[in-house]
C-alpha cells in the first residue's frame, strides 16, 4: 500500500531513545528543539485579539500581504537585503514547509542535493521523498564543524543541483561570517547550483551579526532560496510560521505547491508574526539569556572533559564523548536511566558522528547547572 | 544596563563563579564592577522577594493616597521626608495627578495601619486628606508573577 520511494526513507534510528525519554518523568531534558520561553505576551495577545475579532479566514496563498511586507522591512533593516514582498516573499508553515517547497520545486528524480553533515534531521528526508540523491559533505570536529572548502570543490565534480546551507546550525551551533560564506559562494558560484540557506537561527547569533547568504552579491541572491521563520528567535514553534525569500520564478513555483497542499499558513499565526516582527526588545532579552547560557555551558562542558566547539548561535553545542570511549546512543541511554537528562544522540544528525551529543541550552541556568552537576556525577562512575 | 546588573536584577544570590561564567568576565573585574555600583548606590540593597501570601506572618498592606501643602522653596520633599521616615512606611511615591504621593504600608492588622494612618499620617499639617486602599490580593510583584506560573509544554525531547 506505501509507496516505495516513502518506504524507503529510513526512520529515525534513534526513534527508540525517544520513546524511552517520552515515557520517563521528572526527566531534565537537554534534548528538545525548541526555546524554553513562552511567546511574549504581546504577540499572543495579538492572537487573542484576532480571534475576537473574528479573524478566522484563508488568507493569499502567498499569505498576508502586512507580514510579508513586515518580513521584507526587516531584512532591509537589518541586512540590507531587498525582496519584492509581492511576488519573492512566501508565507510558509514553519521553515520545514519552506524546505519541503524548495526542494519539490527544484530538484527532478536522480538530482544530487549535497547536504553538510551533521545535519538537521529533515534535510535527506526530504530530498528522498522527492527521489532526490543526498551526497554528504562532512564537516570535523577538528574544523570547527564548518564547511571544507576543498571537500566542497571536490563534490562539485557531481553536478549537484542544490546545496543545502544551515547556520546558526542545528545541531552544532556553529555559523559562518562574511568571508568564509564569500569563499563558500565563490565556489558554488563556478556551478549552476541553488543554495537553499536555512537560515532560521538567525536571531540567535551571539558573537557576530549574521550574514544571510544572499546578501552576498546580486548573483548569489538569484540562485539563494533563503528560508526563516519566527520558531526560534520568537519563541513562536507551535504558531508554525515559515516564510521564504528568493528569485520570483522559484517563489511562484513554491507558490504552486503550497496553493494546492497547504493553501495558506494559519491566518491567526499570521497575524501574530507581524506583531512578533515589532517585538525587538522581547527578542532581544531571549537572545541574551540564551547568550548566559551558552558562555555557562560550554565552560562547565569543556571542564567535564566534554570537548565543545564553542557555538556561535542557535542554542545547541555538539560535544564529544570520544574520551569516555562508549558510543553516543550507549552513554544517552546510561545517562537517561543513571541521572534522568536526556540528551540527543549525535547519530541523529548523521551516522558517523556516533561519539557526540547535542545538547539543547534553551533551558534554565538552575537546569542546566543540576544537569551539569549530574553529568559531572555521571562521568565519574563511567 | 549593564549585563551584570541585569543578572543581578534577577538573582541576587547567584555565585560570583556562575556570574564569572555567564559574562565571561574575571571574578575580579565582577568584584570591582559590584563595588562600584554599591559605591555609587546604583546597586540599593540585595532583597528576596517573599510570597507572604503562602507565609503564615501574612500582615496587611495598604496603599495611602496623600494630599499635600507643599512648603516654600522646599516644595513635596520636606513633607515627604517627615511622612517617609515613619517605619510603617515602606514605599514612598510623589506622583501627579490628583494626590501627591503614594504610599505603601505595612501593619500587623487593619487596625494598626488605621490607627497609623489616624494617629500619625492625618493629623500632620501639611497632609490635607488621606485615602487607604488595602490590598487584597498579590498577582504580580517587581515582574514575578506571585500566581500559578505558566509552564512551557514542550515534549521531552525534539530535534
Known sequence: MISKRIKKVPPSGIREFFDL????????????????????????????????EGLTSYTSNQGLLSLRKGITNLLEKKYSL??????????????????????????????????????????????????????????????????????????????????????????????????????????????????????????????????????LNRKAKKKTILL??????????????????????????????????????????????????????????????????????????????????????????????????????????????????????????????????RISYANSLENLREAAARIERFLSKL | MDEVLEILENNARISLEDLQKLTGKSKKDIERIMKNYEKKGVIVKYKTIINKQKTDNKGVVALIEVKIVPQKDVGFDLVAQRIYRFPEVKSCYLLSGTYDLLLEVCGEDINTVASFVSEKLAPLSSVRGTATHFMLKKYKEDGVILVKEEKNQRLPIAY
Open chain 1, 21 to 52: 525519554v517520552l515515557g520517563m518523568p521528572e526527566v531534565i531534558s537537554l534534548g528538545v528543539g525548541e526555546p524554553d520561553f513562552i511567546t511574549p505576551w504581546r504577540i499572543r495577545e495579538k492572537a487573542i485579539t484576532a480571534l475576537e
Open chain 1, 82 to 215: 531587498k525582496y519584492n514582498p509581492e511576488d519573492e516573499t512566501l508565507i510558509t508553515v514553519g521553515v520545514s514547509e519552506g524546505m519541503d517547497l524548495a526542494i519539490r520545486a527544484i530538484i527532478e528524480p536522480g538530482d544530487k542535493v549535497i547536504v553538510v553533515t551533521p545535519y538537521y534531521v529533515a534535510y535527506p528526508a526530504l530530498v528522498e521523498i522527492c527521489c532526490g540523491k543526498v551526497i554528504y559533505l562532512p564537516t570535523k570536529e577538528g574544523d570547527g564543524f564548518k564547511i571544507n572548502l576543498g571537500k566542497l570543490k571536490s563534490l562539485l565534480s557531481q553536478n549537484p543541483k542544490a546545496i543545502i546551507l544551515n547556520y546558526p546550525c542545528n545541531p552544532t551551533g556553529i555559523t559562518y561570517n562574511r568571508k568564509e560564506l564569500n569563499q563558500i559562494w565563490n565556489i558554488l558560484s563556478k556551478k549552476d547550483i541553488v543554495v537553499i540557506s536555512d537560515e532560521t537561527y538567525d536571531e540567535l547569533n551571539y558573537d557576530k551579526a549574521h550574514v544571510p547568504f544572499s546578501s
Open chain 1, 228 to 357: 526563516n521563520g519566527f520558531s526560534k528567535g520568537y519563541a513562536m514553534t507551535g504558531f508554525r510560521v515559515g516564510f521564504a525569500c528568493g528569485d520570483k520564478e522559484i517563489i511562484s513555483a513554491m507558490t504552486k505547491i503550497h496553493s494546492y497542499s497547504m493553501l495558506c499558513g494559519p491566518i491567526i499565526s499570521q497575524i501574530a508574526a507581524v506583531e512578533a516582527l515589532r517585538a525587538r526588545k522581547e527578542i532581544g532579552q531571549m537572545q541574551k539569556e540564551y547568550k548566559d547560557r551558552r558562555n555557562f555551558i560550554v565552560k562547565e562542558f569543556n571542564r567535564l572533559g566534554l570537548s565543545t566547539v564553542k557555538p556561535q548561535g542557535a542554542f545547541y553545542c555538539f560535544s564529544s564523548v570520544k574520551k569516555y570511549k562508549i558510543s553516543a546512543l550507549d552513554f544517552a541511554k546510561k545517562l537517561l536511566l543513571q541521572e534522568k537528562v536526556a540528551v540527543v544522540p549525535g547519530t541523529a544528525f548523521g551516522e558517523e558522528f556516533n561519539s557526540y551529543i
